[in-house]
C-alpha cells in the first residue's frame, strides 16, 4: 500500500473511498466491502486526513485508532494507495466544487467514489453526499452512499463510539467496532509497588492522541510476543498511593510471571469491572486486586490460572 501525502495527477481511473474512518467500525467496513465489489479490478483508493477536521476548529478530539493503526486496518482491506492529507487552513476553506473538480475529477480521475450518508465537505461542510453525487454523475462517474448501519437502536458513528469509551461501556462500543477496543503501547517502568503487593503490573506507556477509556478497572486481554493472555487493568491516577492527576494504564496479566520491560503490547479492552477507588491503605487495595482478579478468573471459568 502507497500512502501519499499530496494529490498528483493519476493515469488510471480508480475506485475512491473519502471519509475520516476512525475506528474502522461495522458501519466503515460496510463501506470498505461496497468499494471493493464496485472496484471491478480498479486500484482502491482512500482519500482521507492525518488530523481530524473537527481539532483544526478547536475540539480535542482524542482517537479510537491512531494513524498507524488506521493505515493498518486500510492494508488488511487491501486498499492500494491512501491520500494522507493535513486538513489544514487551506483545505479547509476549499469550495465544495473545486474539491469535486481538481481533485476527484481533474487529478485522482475517480471512476466510482463511495461515501457514507452523512458525508460532508468543502469550505463550511456546505457539500454533502447528495450534492457530491449529482456532480460526479454529471461527470460521468459514479457514486454510491452507503446508508447508515445500525447496532440495536443506535445508528453507529465514530463520535458514539467515542462517547461510549470515555463513559466506560467498552462492552457496546466493542459491538459497533466489531472487535475489542484496544491500547497499544511499550512496557515502561514504574514505582516497582505492584511485585510488592503480590500484583506486578506493566505500566504500558501509549500514544497521547489515543482515546482512554473512563477511570476504572477492566477485563482485558494483552497480547505480547503474538500470544495473548487473560488480564485485568487499572486506568487511572492510583490515589491510594499517588497524588499526581496524570492518567496510567497498568496491567496484570494473570498466569504470567516474567520480566516485560521494554515489549510491546496490545491491551484490548472487553468489560468494565468497576471504578477506581482511594482506599485508606496499601492492604484495603491489596484485597481489592485480589477480589478483582477472582472475579475474572471465574468469568472466564478457568480455576486453574
Ligand atoms: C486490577 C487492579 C486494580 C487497581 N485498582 C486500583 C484502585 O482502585 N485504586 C488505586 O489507587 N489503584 C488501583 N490500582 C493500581 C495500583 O495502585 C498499582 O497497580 C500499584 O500501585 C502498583 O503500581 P506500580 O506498577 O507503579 O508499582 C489497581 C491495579 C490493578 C492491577
Ligand atoms: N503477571 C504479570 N503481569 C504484569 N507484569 C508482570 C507479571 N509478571 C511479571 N511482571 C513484570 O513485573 C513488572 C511489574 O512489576 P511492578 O512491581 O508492578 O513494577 P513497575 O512498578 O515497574 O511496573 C512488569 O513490568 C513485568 O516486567
Given at each position: 500500500?502507497?500512502?501519499?501525502?499530496?494529490?498528483?495527477?493519476?493515469?488510471?481511473?480508480?475506485?475512491?473511498?473519502?471519509?475520516?474512518?476512525?475506528?474502522?467500525?461495522?458501519?466503515?467496513?460496510?463501506?470498505?466491502?461496497?468499494?471493493?465489489?464496485?472496484?471491478?479490478?480498479?486500484?482502491?483508493?482512500?482519500f482521507?486526513?492525518?488530523?481530524?477536521?473537527?481539532?483544526?476548529?478547536?475540539?480535542?478530539?482524542?482517537?479510537?485508532?491512531?494513524?498507524?493503526?488506521?493505515?493498518?486496518?486500510?492494508?488488511?482491506y487491501?486498499?492500494d494507495?491512501?491520500?494522507?492529507?493535513e486538513?489544514?487552513?487551506?483545505?479547509?476553506?476549499?469550495?465544495?466544487?473545486?474539491?469535486?473538480?481538481?481533485?476527484l475529477?481533474d487529478?485522482?480521475?475517480?471512476s466510482?467514489?463511495?461515501v457514507?450518508?452523512?458525508?460532508?465537505?468543502?469550505?463550511?461542510?456546505?457539500?454533502?453526499?447528495?450534492?457530491?453525487?449529482?456532480?460526479?454523475?454529471?461527470?460521468?462517474?459514479?457514486?454510491?452512499v452507503?446508508?447508515?448501519?445500525?447496532?440495536?437502536?443506535?445508528?453507529?458513528?465514530?463520535?458514539?463510539?467515542?462517547?461510549?469509551?470515555?463513559e466506560?461501556?467498552?462492552?457496546?462500543?466493542?459491538?459497533?467496532?466489531?472487535?475489542?477496543?484496544?491500547?497499544?503501547?511499550?512496557?515502561?517502568?514504574?514505582?516497582?509497588?505492584?511485585?510488592k503487593?503480590?500484583?506486578?503490573?506493566?505500566?504500558?506507556?501509549?500514544?497521547?492522541?489515543?482515546?482512554?477509556?473512563?477511570?476504572?478497572?477492566?477485563?482485558?486481554?494483552?497480547?505480547?510476543d503474538?500470544k495473548?493472555?487473560?488480564?485485568?487493568?487499572?486506568?487511572?491516577?492510583?490515589?491510594?498511593?499517588?497524588?499526581?492527576?496524570?492518567?496510567?494504564?497498568?496491567?496484570?496479566?494473570?498466569?504470567?510471571?516474567?520480566?516485560?520491560?521494554?515489549?510491546?503490547?496490545?491491551?484490548?479492552?472487553?468489560d468494565?469491572?468497576?471504578?477506581?477507588?482511594?482506599?485508606?491503605?496499601?492492604?484495603?487495595?491489596?484485597?481489592?486486586?485480589?477480589?478483582?482478579?477472582?472475579?475474572?478468573?471465574?468469568?472466564?471459568?478457568?480455576?486453574?490460572?
Amino acid at each position: 500500500m502507497n500512502v501519499y501525502e499530496m494529490v498528483a495527477k493519476r493515469g488510471d481511473t480508480p475506485a475512491v473511498a473519502l471519509g475520516f474512518f476512525d475506528g474502522f467500525h461495522i458501519g466503515h467496513k460496510k463501506l470498505f466491502e461496497v468499494l471493493d465489489a464496485n472496484a471491478r479490478g480498479r486500484k482502491k483508493v482512500v482519500f482521507t486526513f492525518k488530523n481530524h477536521p473537527d481539532n483544526l476548529l478547536g475540539f480535542n478530539i482524542k482517537y479510537i485508532l491512531t494513524n498507524e493503526e488506521r493505515l493498518e486496518f486500510f492494508r488488511n482491506y487491501s486498499i492500494d494507495d491512501v491520500y494522507f492529507i493535513e486538513f489544514n487552513k487551506k483545505i479547509m476553506q476549499m469550495d465544495k466544487d473545486r474539491f469535486i473538480e481538481e481533485i476527484l475529477i481533474d487529478k485522482l480521475n475517480v471512476s466510482v467514489v463511495v461515501v457514507g450518508y452523512d458525508f460532508t465537505f468543502g469550505y463550511m461542510a456546505e457539500g454533502d453526499s447528495k450534492y457530491l453525487c449529482e456532480k460526479l454523475h454529471q461527470f460521468g462517474r459514479k457514486c454510491i452512499v452507503i446508508d447508515p448501519v445500525m447496532y440495536q437502536e443506535h445508528i453507529v458513528s465514530s463520535t458514539l463510539i467515542r462517547r461510549l469509551i470515555l463513559e466506560g461501556n467498552i462492552k457496546l462500543a466493542n459491538c459497533m467496532l466489531g472487535f475489542n477496543f484496544f491500547i497499544n503501547g511499550t512496557v515502561k517502568r514504574g514505582n516497582r509497588l505492584g511485585k510488592k503487593i503480590g500484583f506486578p503490573t506493566i505500566n504500558i506507556k501509549f500514544d497521547k492522541e489515543k482515546i482512554v477509556p473512563r477511570k476504572g478497572v477492566y477485563i482485558t486481554n494483552t497480547i505480547i510476543d503474538d500470544k495473548r493472555y487473560l488480564s485485568i487493568t487499572n486506568v487511572g491516577t492510583n490515589p491510594t498511593v499517588s497524588a499526581s492527576e496524570n492518567i496510567k494504564i497498568e496491567t496484570h496479566i494473570l498466569s504470567v510471571d516474567k520480566n516485560m520491560y521494554g515489549k510491546r503490547v496490545k491491551i484490548e479492552f472487553i468489560d468494565f469491572v468497576r471504578e477506581e477507588k482511594k482506599f485508606s491503605n496499601i492492604d484495603e487495595l491489596k484485597n481489592q486486586i485480589a477480589k478483582d482478579v477472582e472475579y475474572v478468573k471465574t468469568l472466564f471459568c478457568k480455576a486453574n490460572i
